[in-house]
């Protein structure tokens, strides 16, 4: 069908083309036949003027012979009288008179025969010159001449004016007629009647007499006479060359018709009015009429013109056909993905909505059994947050696609961004029992500014893809370093996740960044995933002007490489130094262990490195009994033979001193903290080894005495925080509640914003701590109250911390929220631990 | 789809190549190399008796393509037997002119052939070899003067479709001849032959008798030196062709109050014939040469057209002659202006192929010896080669033709008896 469109429209171009082609054509067939036409016009004028130049010459050779003939008519002459008179008076060697008797068409000849002086006797007995005579006027009544013929005196091809005279018989002596011939050699009269050479090339004429004989014959007319020269070369038709004689001969005009070449001629004719019968004949080839009228170059160049066209179209019509047709492909791929979308999408929001629904319905019947409720809300939780994240995922692929994605920059924690990353991906690791590890690289510039929220996003969708498709026992490896940026205040932050995961095939490595595209495959039909990630995270990276590449191998894992300049923020920590510490670090990692020690020397300490517990204790061994103990020991937990924990107790059962050590791990350190603490570790610090969390650390262990870990679920620090939260849904606000109430958080409700208002202005000083702001809120949002409350009388109330708890959660609307004078932004659904993080960050700033 | 693209472009390049182009220079007229500068610039003229001469002029638009500055006329001029040696004598005298067999041993020509150049010098380059043999003429000095163009011969036209639609088969021989005329008699027409009478010159008479005279005399040494000499003696040769002549003219076979309304031996026969109740013409080929042009001129030929030929008169029983002779011959004025291109155009004209191409258009006989015959003279191909006579090889003079011409004439008009034409041979006015 496209190929029969295609087809169509290239015959449409042609047809278009031929169409201006022949108008071009036409066109200039139609200026060549005005041109033509004129040109004809303007001929037959010209033959006009020429006929008047040549009846003027004529008449005044006519009057010539009239003057002789009245006087002889005057006169009783003999021929030979005559003959004698005109000779006398006329002295022209080209010309002569010939006076011949009427009757016998003999008589005598001003000059003598060729070639015989003595004889001047002429005969025209012998020639059908004169007919019957009729033709010869009367004196003065018109011109009167023969048609060429030989001059019996000399040969030569002359014609004559004639008139008729009376003269005596001298043998009779009685009058007689006789007629007065003035011949003139044609080639004479030739020279007169030129045609004006510049103006028609190759033209010509000629003068026929009522018979067509010519009178005079241009060289380009054939035959003894003009309708038999017309004859020879067409044949008309009897009626028709009847007629046209018949209009040659009785006024002017022009007609064409071919010469003895077969050439076209235009032939103007226009009668000699003085003379009887003739008439003066232009003739010119058409071509010659017409020259250069004939726009070739006109032609040629519309043509080549309209190939071009017609090439250029065509290339171009193929060229967006085909890009039409991948589109529509692409289309329709896509439509395809689309439909294969929420029919995923219902598969796997009904997923975690059935498990939700289904461990909601078991919980209600077991509300007595404590520990299975317990875990019914667990995975509920757990399904609910999955949930979460695939409608954030939809709504980030919808900014996406519509190209409102933009960025908010922050100054953020790189350190904190990675510790989150940690914490994140701590659970799945657990679950999977990953081999995990996360190596950082000398990250100098520990405050940047840029979207932390899309930098994180970034970061959890690899990380999270990485874990998601390896297997249980498989390994990933998280490389962060920084590196120099060309981009000034810039650094470069280059991260790469490698596992040892299911990998993709080459087709797939195509497509992967297309939205609502998943590897078809059994194995991954049983993880849960959008199909977006991956998507969000290519778009987001070019967001952010950095790249990202990806190596993979089915069956053999893959290895994504994401780079990002990052703009280094005005803040940064501290000169971090702790010179003179002398340090122990053990791992089997040895580029953890290298970087590590790098890190650990930029601080001033000097670190030797064991890369397994054994040679960790015979290190630490040698030197307590050279008597110089390391000042802090850092262990790998998950070191083999021993691992971390076994070191820790071999090192307190063997070396009496309170040597303070920490443990390390990428994994979560609330499952090993009672064992650590009973092995003898004195803290614990996460992996990656930052140089602020190393610094802090090693000086809280050297600082002061080695203490226990802080308990995680330790909240009586927030026992008598008094929150005012605005929300007008009723059930928002009950849970929120709740869950401040929790942890000793007491709460006031603001129904929607002016309430919020209102009770601000009300208020005494102190009476809230912070205010939670719910952003839509009927009578007035949260944003404007919020710039209300900034703008009230008191500096407490107008100064309080307000922190948005609102579901529009996209960097801009937390921008919007930061922008109308809020100090922080909480996403619905809320999760509790950031409730409690936030809170305390308030808490901590309103100290400092 | 690449296919008609590919087609559209070389078309269109085609057109626009075509469009662009300049057009080629006419190929040059066979393989005829030109002797003198293709740019000369001069006149030739051509004079003779032919009113029209499109034959000719056909050719000096060949010469063109060759030497396009070269301007070629052809001239009839008034009397031009009579005036021909003034006219060569004259200032503005041709470079070619017509000559004629019977100009030979005239008197009247001498000044005319004083004129002649020796066509057959080897410096000329011109092919005679082309032309058979019996129609050139050789001096006594082994010089050519004038060299034929075209062949004469005399015959009859016959309308074939006439023929046919009487279921009628065209005579090749004597009682063939009387038996058609009969049957066309018959069938109403009032005269199955038909041809000029109104004076001797190519009257029908004189074609009819003149062949049989020929053959008379081809054997016969001493009856043609006679007969050259004007002996009386030599009318009895006459007398056969006399009685064959009036026994058509007797039997009304041929009736010469319908032919004395043909006004003229050209123009007027033709026409008369194209009215197609003419079964036989009696004509010369010279005639013949004028029917392709007045076929369109003739608006009873043009309603009617019909087929005709050319064929020998059958008046005995072995069928008619074939009378090859020199019609129109061509000399060069040696005291001409431009002589070298005069003589360029007869090393043009004098070969086999424009010769043939002239008698071709001029619907004559050729006079070379690729004597391939057109339609229309076709019959004569088939005359067996013993009945080819050329006058000229035989040794007849003009003067004896005029003779036979005469006697012709005044016994078919009834002006004379066949004794008494016969008795006055020699004297015949």
Known sequence: ?848 | MKRIFAVILSALFAVVFAACASPARAETAGAFQPRLDPDTSCEITVIGSYSNFEALEAEFDRFNEIYPHVELTYLKPDDYNNLLGMVLESSNAPQIFFSFPWMYGNEEYLTVFEHMENLADPQLGLDLECIRSNLLQYDAEGQVLTVPVFARNYGMLVNQDLFEKEGLEIPTTWSALLAVCEAFQSKGYPSPMMGYSADPSSCLMSILVYPEVVAALADRPEALQAANGMDPAAGEYMRPGLEAMMQLIGSGYISLDQCAQISDNYTQVILRFFEGDVPMMICTADTVSGTGKRESQSEAFSRNPFVYSFHPIPLSEEGGYFIDSPSVEFSVNKTCDNLDMANEFMRFLITRDELNSMASVKRLITPTKDLSFSAVFEPFGLVPAERVLCPETIGITDALFVQVRNAAYQVGTGAASIDEAVSQYGSLK
């Open chain 1, 1 to 848: 069908m496209n190929r029969l469109k295609t087809s169509w429209m290239v015959v449409a171009n042609i047809a278009l083309m031929a169409a201006i082609l022949v108008f071009v054509a036409l066109y200039s067939r139609y200026e060549k036949n005005e041109n033509a036409r004129s040109q004809v016009e303007h001929f037959v004028n010209a033959s006009m003027a020429m006929e008047r130049v040549t009846e003027n010459y004529l008449e005044g050779e006519q009057g010539i012979c009239d003057n002789w003939a009245q006087y002889i008519n005057s006169r009783d002459l003999t021929l030979e009288e005559a003959a004698a008179y005109i000779s006398a008076t006329h002295a022209r060697a080209d010309t002569s008179a010939h006076l011949i008797d009427a009757e016998t068409l003999t008589g005598c000849s001003t000059r003598p025969k060729l070639n015989s002086p003595e004889e001047y006797a002429v005969s025209y007995a012998r020639m059908d010159l004169f007919g019957d005579g009729g033709w010869i006027a009367d004196l003065g009544e018109a011109i009167n001449i023969t048609r060429t013929y030989t001059n019996p005196m000399n040969g030569e091809q002359s014609l004559a004016f004639c008139n008729r005279i009376v003269v005596r018989d001298a043998a009779s002596g009685e009058r007689k007629q006789a007629l007065l011939l003035r011949v003139i050699p044609t080639s004479k009269l030739e020279e007169k009647w030129v045609f004006p050479k510049e103006e028609y090339e190759d033209e010509d004429f000629s003068i026929i007499d009522a018979d067509s004989n010519y009178v005079i014959r241009g060289r380009s007319f054939k035959s003894s006479s003009f309708f038999e020269f017309y004859k020879s070369y067409n044949q008309p038709g009897i009626a028709a060359q009847n007629q046209l004689f018949s209009d040659i001969m009785s006024g002017t005009g022009s007609f064409t018709m071919l010469d003895s070449r077969g050439r076209e001629c235009v032939v103007a004719h226009t009668p000699i009015t003085s003379t009887k019968g003739w008439v003066l004949l232009s003739f010119a080839p058409v071509s010659n009429l017409n020259a250069d009228t004939e726009n070739w170059i006109l032609i040629g160049v519309v043509s080549f013109g309209l190939l071009l066209l017609l090439v250029t179209d065509f290339l171009y019509m193929h060229s967006a056909n085909k890009k039409l047709r991948v589109m529509a492909r692409e289309a329709e791929a896509a439509n395809r993905a689309k439909t294969d979308f929420l029919s995923t999408m219902s598969h796997d929001i009904r997923t975690p909505m059935n498990a939700i629904i289904g461990l909601t319905a078991i919980a209600e019947k077991n509300l007595g059994d404590q520990e299975a409720t317990a875990d019914h809300l667990r995975k509920i939780s757990l399904a609910g947050h999955h949930l979460l994240t695939l409608i954030n995922d939809i709504l980030d692929i919808s900014k996406v696609e519509s190209g409102k994605l933009s960025l908010s920059p922050i100054t953020f924690s790189i350190v904190e961004t990675v510790e989150n990353l940690v914490n994140l991906s701590q659970p799945m690791i657990k679950e999977k029992n990953i081999v995990f590890s996360f190596r950082v690289n000398r990250i100098e510039k520990e405050y940047l500014y840029a979207d932390q929220l899309r930098l994180n996003q970034i970061y959890i969708n690899i990380l999270s893809n990485a874990i998601k498709y390896t297997m249980p026992g498989g390994r990933v490896s998280v490389d962060l370093r920084e590196e120099k940026s060309e981009k000034p205040g810039c650094v470069k932050l280059v991260y790469r996740v490698a596992d040892t995961g299911i990998g993709m095939s080459p087709e797939f490595l195509e497509k992967m960044y297309q939205p609502f595209s998943r590897q078809t495959d059994s194995r991954v039909n049983s993880i849960q995933g959008t199909g977006l990630g991956l998507a969000i995270t290519r778009q987001m990276v070019e967001l952010m002007h950095g790249t990202i590449e990806c190596q993979s191998e089915l069956e053999k894992g893959t290895t994504f490489t994401i780079s990002l300049d990052l703009q280094v923020a005005e803040k940064q920590l501290e000169e971090m130094r702790i010179d003179g510490v002398d340090a122990l670090i053990a791992d089997d990692d040895p580029i953890l262990l290298e970087t590590a020690a790098d890190t650990l020397a930029s601080l001033g300490v000097r670190a030797d490195q064991a890369g397994s517990g054994l040679e960790a204790l015979e290190m630490i061994r040698r030197r307590h009994e050279a008597g110089n103990d390391y000042n802090v020991i850092i262990l790998d937990w998950k070191m083999p033979d021993p691992d971390g924990m076994e070191t820790i107790r071999r090192i307190r059962a063997d070396i009496d001193a309170p040597i303070p050590i920490l443990l390390t791990s990428a994994y979560d350190w609330s499952d090993i903290e009672e064992e650590a603490k009973a092995a003898g570790a004195n803290g614990f610090i996460g992996k990656p080894l930052f140089r602020s969390g190393l610094y802090e650390k090693i000086n809280e262990l050297l600082g002061m005495e080695v203490k226990a870990v802080e308990p995680m679920d330790d909240y009586s620090d927030l026992a008598g925080i008094n929150i005012l939260i605005a929300e007008d849904n009723d059930l928002n606000w009950e849970i929120i509640s709740t869950m401040l109430g929790m942890f000793g958080i007491t709460s006031e409700r603001a129904e929607n914003g002016r309430i919020c208002v209102e009770k601000m202005a009300q208020a005494p000083e102190g009476r809230y701590d912070l205010i939670f702001m719910d952003v839509q809120m009927p009578e007035m949002n949260g944003l404007d109250a919020t710039r209300q409350i900034r703008k009230l009388d008191h500096p407490w109330a107008a100064s309080i911390p307000i922190i948005a708890m609102t579901a529009d959660a996209f960097s801009e609307n937390v921008a919007e929220c930061m922008q109308a004078g809020m100090n922080g932004h909480i996403a619905k659904p809320v999760d509790l631990k950031l409730v409690v993080k936030e809170i305390r960050r308030i808490k901590e700033e309103k100290k400092s």
